[in-house]
Structures are given as structure tokens and as C-alpha cells.
């Protein structure tokens, strides 16, 4: 496959989490995020883990498309469907545990805010404080959010979405 290729998949994985159609079935909206949220996650998985094979790798798999796919995983994880923000949970976990690709400046492909994420939800230390009290330190960071922190921004703030 091609670069090109590769990347119109992403997109349309990426595109299917807009998906809040309803029909005589229910809301098959809600199955097609929760397959793009699985679909996304397992992509990044094998592009990542096989990032020292594949020759130009960051045409393949960019930095940034990489950080819209976990704001839009962290999106959903905010979405009002229990079923979806779970998925969106174990696929947000999924990725937050893989190491960086084996390429140069693989610091991009990090996580953004990951030692914040860590710190909030690593160190869950008493069970009345509430997910919107541990968020609240991202919603006041002050540079330009990342796509993932935008996604929990979304939480915090969903006006602002």
C-alpha cells in the first residue's frame, strides 16, 4: 500500500467517529464509532510497532495525523453513550501504552500531556474525587491544546467543542 493509501484509511476511520446516524435499526451511528475508535486503534498499533520496517514511515503514519487520532479517541471517550466511552477508554489505554515508533524525532508521536495523564489517572488515590476534578489542571493549561487534550477539554467544556 501506499502512503496515500494508507492515510485515506485513516481518514476515513477518523471521519466515521462524526457518524450519529440514526435508523430504523437504533443508532448504528454509535456501532460505526465504536468500530472506527477499534479500527484506529489497532492501525496505530501496527504502524507503530512495525515502525522500523517501514520505509518512510512518517508518510505513512504522520505525527499529526497520530495526535488527531487520540483526540478524536479522547473525544468519544467524552460522548454521552456508555458503550462508546468505554471503548474509547480501552482503546485511549491501548495507546497510551505503546512505546514510540523507532524513528527520528519519535517524540512527536508521543502522547502530548502524557506525564499530566499519567499523574491523573496513575495515581487514583481516593475514590469521592470525581474524573472532572482530576481534569480540571488540562483545561487550564495554558499554551494551544493538543488534539488529546482538546478531547478532554471536550469534557470539561463541551460548549467550546
Given at each position: 500500500?501506499?502512503?496515500?493509501?494508507?492515510?485515506?484509511?485513516l481518514?476515513?476511520?477518523?471521519?466515521?467517529?462524526?457518524?450519529?446516524?440514526?435508523d430504523?435499526?437504533?443508532?448504528?451511528?454509535?456501532?460505526?464509532?465504536?468500530?472506527?475508535?477499534r479500527?484506529?486503534?489497532?492501525?496505530?498499533?501496527?504502524?507503530?510497532?512495525?515502525?522500523?520496517?517501514?520505509?518512510s514511515?512518517?508518510?505513512y503514519?504522520?505525527?499529526?495525523?497520530?495526535?488527531?487520532?487520540?483526540?478524536?479517541?479522547?473525544?468519544?471517550?467524552?460522548?454521552?453513550?456508555?458503550?462508546v466511552?468505554?471503548?474509547?477508554?480501552?482503546?485511549?489505554?491501548?495507546?497510551?501504552?505503546?512505546?514510540?515508533?523507532?524513528?527520528?524525532?519519535?517524540?512527536?508521536?508521543?502522547?502530548?500531556?502524557?506525564?499530566?495523564?499519567?499523574e491523573?489517572?496513575?495515581?487514583?488515590?481516593?475514590?469521592?474525587?470525581?474524573?472532572?476534578?482530576?481534569?480540571?489542571?488540562?483545561?487550564?493549561?495554558?499554551?494551544?491544546?493538543?488534539?488529546?487534550?482538546?478531547?478532554?477539554?471536550?469534557?470539561?467544556?463541551?460548549?467550546?467543542?
Open positions: 500500500m501506499s502512503p496515500d493509501v494508507v492515510n485515506g484509511l481518514d476515513a476511520l477518523q471521519d466515521g467517529l462524526e457518524d450519529y446516524t440514526i430504523e435499526r437504533g443508532d448504528v451511528g454509535s456501532w460505526i464509532r465504536m468500530a472506527c475508535l479500527g484506529l486503534t489497532s492501525f496505530s498499533e501496527i504502524l507503530i510497532l512495525n515502525s522500523s520496517t517501514i520505509p514511515f512518517e508518510q503514519f504522520p505525527a499529526s495525523k497520530y495526535q488527531m487520532v487520540i483526540g478524536g479517541i479522547l473525544r468519544q471517550g467524552v460522548e454521552r453513550l456508555d458503550n466511552r468505554q471503548e474509547a477508554g480501552e482503546c485511549f489505554m491501548r495507546l497510551l501504552c505503546l512505546p514510540a515508533p523507532t524513528v527520528g524525532n519519535s517524540e512527536l508521536w508521543l502522547i502530548k500531556g502524557r506525564t499530566l495523564i499519567d491523573l489517572f496513575t495515581k487514583w488515590v481516593s475514590p469521592n474525587v470525581t474524573i472532572l476534578e482530576k481534569l480540571k489542571p488540562v483545561y487550564t493549561v495554558k499554551r494551544k491544546p493538543s488534539a488529546g487534550m482538546r478531547g478532554i477539554g471536550c469534557f470539561l467544556k463541551p460548549s467550546d467543542c
